[in-house]
């Protein structure tokens, strides 16, 4: 009889086993990715299109899978250029938005604001307990005027940089997120169509309120000196739209970045996120870029978009188990 010897593989202790660490060259590439975005920022501006952001978080990428092979690096262009496009479609059509014949809404948002809030206009009671004399938008502001600068241009990298923190190390969760992402632009699009309304800086420039509203929103970047760094939103630009306030479209897309952190982290302090929109629905209406009613509408856009996401991947989760 031939004797039979188990082989036993011997496994080194944990306390020998060789710790894990990032590579030295990955930081060393985000710093430089780092560097480079700061002095773009300082010369250039804010990137704010789709394609300026898009190539940036595709340097981060690189940045951070500085060793990978160049295929991991195209896969971004191969996964994200379906969501570039219709970004970038969404765009340019908004800026159409008030061009279709149908008329643009001015005073609807006024009543209901001084409705809510017994005859004062929460934009021009906001600058004028906050903004000083005179509140224009190259007059000095505050620290607060710095958040709210802050704040508002975060709305044009937060949720992308979101989806690509979770395409990086989450890829299950960022198609849903995506989903919801693209979802929230083009019912703002749908909104801006259907309902044109101005913002209370372009009421207050044409006549329509009794007390000023100033468009003061790049003013607390301009008090850091990055004047340069603040986004353009003059009447001549070639996208966006001055009367597409209806709704928020940085309130919904912060409350639908709170919103699905919240409904995907365990921890109790997934709350805090709820901050974000309440400080972005803050500025939005001191900077007299939005009224409450648009606030309120952003909430209530969020939500909409994240129920009817739900209800559609519960429901292809039925297919798919009801088709095995």
């Known amino acids: 009889m031939t004797e039979r010897h188990d082989t036993v593989t011997e496994v080194p202790p944990a306390s020998v086993a060789t710790p894990t660490r990032r590579p030295l060259w990955r930081w060393i ?84 604001d001084e409705w809510l809030f017994g005859g004062t206009l929460p934009s021009a009671a906001l600058q004028k307990a906050w903004c000083g004399d005179p509140c224009t938008w190259g007059s000095h502001g505050s620290w607060y005027d710095t958040v709210f600068a802050t704040t508002y241009y975060s709305h044009f990298v937060v949720g992308l940089s979101v989806a690509v923190a979770l395409w990086l190390r989450n890829r299950d969760l960022w198609l849903p997120y995506m989903r919801r992402y693209i979802g929230l632009n083009l019912l703002g699009l749908a909104c801006y169509i259907a309902y044109p309304l101005a913002p209370p800086w372009w009421a207050s420039e044409h006549g329509y309120l009794s007390e000023p509203v100033s468009r003061i929103t790049s003013r607390g970047w301009d008090t850091i000196g990055l004047q340069s760094a603040r986004l353009d939103l003059g009447p001549d630009m070639l996208v966006g739209n001055a009367v597409a306030a209806m709704p928020s479209l940085h309130t919904a897309m912060a409350t639908m970045i709170a919103l699905f952190g919240i409904t995907r982290l365990h921890h109790p302090a997934r709350w805090l996120l709820l901050l974000y929109p309440a400080l972005m629905s803050v500025t939005l209406v001191y900077t007299g870029e939005h009224y409450v009613l648009d606030v309120l509408a952003g909430y209530c856009a969020a939500g909409i978009v994240m129920l009817a996401a739900s209800a559609w991947e519960r429901w292809r989760a039925a297919q798919a188990i009801a088709n095995t």
Not at 42 to 60: K, N, S, Y
């Open 29 to 112: 590439a985000v710093g430089v990715f780092a560097v480079a975005l700061a002095l773009w920022i300082v010369r250039e501006g804010f990137p704010t299109d789709p394609i300026a952001i898009f190539a940036w978080l595709w340097l981060l990428t690189i940045a951070w899978q500085i060793d990978a092979p160049p295929r991991e690096h195209l896969a971004f262009a191969r996964d994200w250029w379906p969501a570039l496009a219709l970004l970038m479609g969404y765009m340019y059509s908004r800026g159409l938005a008030d061009n279709l014949g149908v008329p643009v809404h001015v005073t609807s948002a006024i009543r209901f």
